[in-house]
């Protein structure tokens, strides 16, 4: 996708000015990306022609070149329709009440569990998940699972079969037991079917929850629409959650469901960990359809994790020569608390779809970490230090051998050559926008 849309931004590079001629071939172009993104045929049309007129009414800023006007339009344009703001999230009600709806697989489940972590941790509140799956036993093993795991009580009757009974009662023991939000894991489907839908719908009279989310598959792709229609038609649902963001997916699918039923898509959710779950940012989603790369989530969460000052010592070392075994220890615990590395990657502009096939376990590092956790201070912070004994040490004391250690010290060698190369390069370099 992103390399049609380079070529499409690329016909208007070094065009002094939007005209109809020029942006022909570049509103086709990026029509076909979009549908190659799996945005719905109709809804892509739409969405184009929107933009040309856009673009034809616009004034092109001498700062600017047509093309990067037209990245700016496109994007904006995407932006807000898939929710121009941030999208709100109701906590009120005593206690607050969650409802969560979707297909089955779509990630209902895993989703409860990481909402209820995101409430806990980040909003302060006692939660109560539910466990409202009477069909599949396992689904009420699941959600335990990750409560333990997140320490979050779950709440769940193995004896009933009626989910409505079981929300209802839920509520009573949040309320004996002062939680303030309750999270109804439902039953889904594999596909729409009355049942479910009468079954979720009856929850819902019932226990009147504050928010009603849809949970759905960005991987869905066409079919997201007529999903997303049907649970909106029978649920009138809140929000949109979209699950799976970690694939290599450009989520197509939540133009599409934004455009077809209008609600705000309020959390992505891009890993199966329970702290990969993301406040919905259009702008963000935006330029992932495109092809930009998720860059601004990536910044934001390595911000999080990241001491400014921390930050600008490493650059001033790494500018210096002097990364040493011990920043590069520092950095894996950096990286480690940011979250899944492979989740990490895929954010990275190109890299996502590269990543597909390539297993990256968190404890790809383990025997790195060993091994630097076996050297001496000194021997850390001066790796040319380290000569043929202190290596058979560090071997010995890591429970590595010594072909391992060696290729360790030389693949560490090859990584401060090319901070050295980077130094050398001048400022800015690679960091041009699709070239316009
Ligand atoms: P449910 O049937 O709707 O409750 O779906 P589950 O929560 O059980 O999820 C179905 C499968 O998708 C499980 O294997 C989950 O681990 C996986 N899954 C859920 N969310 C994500 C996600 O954001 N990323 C990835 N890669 N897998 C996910
Ligand atoms: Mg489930």
């Known amino acids: 996708l992103s390399d049609k849309l380079e070529s499409a931004f690329k016909n208007l590079k070094g065009e002094a000015r939007i005209t109809d001629l020029n942006i022909a071939t570049t509103v086709k172009e990026i029509r076909r990306a979009l549908l190659d993104a799996d945005v719905n045929y109709k809804i892509a049309k739409e969405f184009t022609d929107k933009v040309k007129d856009k673009a034809l009414g616009e004034k092109v800023i001498n700062s600017i070149n047509p ?175 979209l699950t799976k963001l970690d694939g290599d997916t450009r989520g197509g699918a939540a133009l599409t469901i934004k455009y077809t039923v209008d609600k705000p898509i309020k959390f992505a959710s891009s890993g199966e960990k329970m702290d990969t779950l993301d406040v919905f940012y259009p702008e963000r989603m935006a330029q992932r359809i495109l092809g930009m790369g998720d860059i601004t989530s990536l910044v934001e969460k390595a911000q999080e994790q990241f001491n400014e000052e921390e930050a600008k010592k490493l650059e001033k070392k790494i500018r210096q020569n002097k990364f040493d075994f011990q920043d590069f220890y520092d950095q894996l615990q950096q990286i480690k608390k940011m979250g899944n590395l492979k989740d990490l990657m ?18 790809a590092f383990k025997g790195v970490e060993a091994m630097i956790s076996s050297m001496t201070p000194q021997e850390r912070a001066d790796p040319d230090l380290i000569n043929q004994s202190r290596k058979l040490r560090i071997a010995k004391g890591s429970g590595k051998d010594l072909n391992e250690v060696n290729a360790f010290m030389k693949q560490f060698e090859q990584m401060r050559q090319m901070m050295k190369q980077m130094n050398k390069m001048p400022m800015g370099m690679g960091r041009g926008m699709m070239g316009g």
Do not use: C, W
Request: avoid cysteine; hydrophobic fraction near 45%; glycine fraction near 8%.
């Open 67 to 241: 093309g990067q006007l037209m990245v700016k339009i496109v994007k904006d344009e995407l932006a807000e329709l898939m929710g121009g703001t941030e999208a709100t999230f109701s906590l009120a009600g005593n206690p607050t009440v969650i409802l969560i709806a979707g297909l089955q697989g779509s990630g209902k489940t895993t989703f409860s569990g990481k909402l209820a972590l995101y409430l806990k941790s980040k909003k302060n509140k006692s939660p109560l998940l539910v466990a409202a799956d009477v069909y599949r036993p396992a689904a009420i093993d699941q959600l335990h699972v990750l409560g333990s795991q997140i320490g979050v009580d779950v709440y769940s009757d193995r004896e009933s079969k009626d989910p409505v009974a079981i929300a209802e009662a839920a509520i009573k023991e949040a309320r004996a037991k002062n939680k303030n939000v309750v999270i109804i894991d439902t039953a889904g489907r594999l596909a729409v079917d009355e049942v479910m839908m009468t079954e979720v719908k009856n929850i819902k009279e019932t226990v009147n929850p504050q928010e009603i989310l849809f949970v759905v598959d960005s991987m869905t792709g066409q079919d997201a629409v007529n999903t997303a229609k049907a649970f909106n038609d029978r649920l009138d649902f809140t929000g949109v959650v």
């Open 346 to 363: 895929a954010m990275i502009p190109g890299v996502g779809k590269a990543m597909k096939d390539i297993d990256i376990s968190d404890d």
